[in-house]
T-cell receptor
Framework: SAVISQKPSRDICQRGTSLTIQCQVD?????MFWYRQQPGQSLTLIAT?????????ESGFVIDKFPISRPNLTFSTLTVSNMSPEDSSIYLC??????????FGPGTRLLVL | SQQGEEDPQALSIQEGENATMNCSYK?????LQWYRQNSGRGLVHLIL?????REKHSGRLRVTLDTSKKSSSLLITASRAADTASYFC?????????????FGKGTLLTVNP
């Protein structure tokens, strides 16, 4: 398994600003993912962030809006840029420490006013 | 688009009863994973079943997988009030170096004491 922490756990932001979310894992992992969960909805994959390569974004998500860094095998950041109320969601990072099972962090609850 | 579709969307039962949730998906998969989420918090991994497996047990949980029907079910026996949560199925597909876990819409389970 993996222990995943995220910072901040929650935040309230003004529209037009940006927020960077940090994800720290207690072990080295190759595969790391960022998900978004809009209110009352399921989880949607934003991007895959593998160390040593550019993040791969899913349809509907672009690097300018959600830039991702992956400087090493235990850490990643997701920035939500130029925020609008529609960005209010829970953002979760996720890893696969072994071969198959995918674990999730506690999430960052974001409210944009 | 969502790969998995859970059914029912909401389920309310009495403590001690069994709860069955179903999940259908559309494409071939490598494995299927079930998660629990309490009140918009992080996801807790419950169980993983591989595409070549038909049934798995973990404590009070029983998962089945029918790849011919592209469906899975999660059974929680002898439910407790603490089992109240949203349950999601997620299908994993791996292609080369790519890997993607796609979530269904979830089932909201309420266990009444």
């Amino acid at each position: 398994s993996a222990v995943i922490s995220q910072k901040p756990s929650r935040d309230i932001c003004q529209r037009g600003t940006s927020l960077t979310i940090q994800c720290q894992v207690d072990s080295q992992v190759t595969m790391m993912f960022w998900y978004r969960q809009q209110p009352g909805q399921s989880l949607t994959l934003i991007a895959t962030a593998n160390q040593g390569s550019e993040a791969t974004y899913e349809s509907g998500f672009v690097i300018d809006k959600f830039p991702i860094s992956r400087p090493n095998l235990t850490f990643s950041t997701l920035t939500v840029s130029n925020m609008s109320p529609e960005d209010s969601s829970i953002y979760l990072c996720s890893v696969i420490p072994g071969q198959e099972t995918q674990y999730f962090g506690p999430g960052t609850r974001l409210l944009v006013l | 688009s969502q790969q998995g579709e859970e059914d029912p969307q909401a389920l309310s039962i009495q403590e001690g009863e069994n709860a069955t949730m179903n999940c259908s998906y559309k494409t071939s998969i490598n494995n299927l994973q079930w998660y629990r989420q309490n009140s918009g918090r992080g996801l807790v991994h419950l169980i993983l079943i591989r595409s070549n497996e038909r049934e798995k047990h973990s404590g009070r949980l029983r998962v089945t997988l029918d790849t011919s029907k592209k469906s899975s079910s999660l059974l929680i026996t002898a439910s407790r009030a603490a089992d109240t949560a949203s349950y999601f199925c997620a299908t994993a597909r791996r292609g080369g170096s790519n890997y993607k876990l796609t979530f269904g819409k979830g089932t909201l389970l309420t266990v009444n004491p």
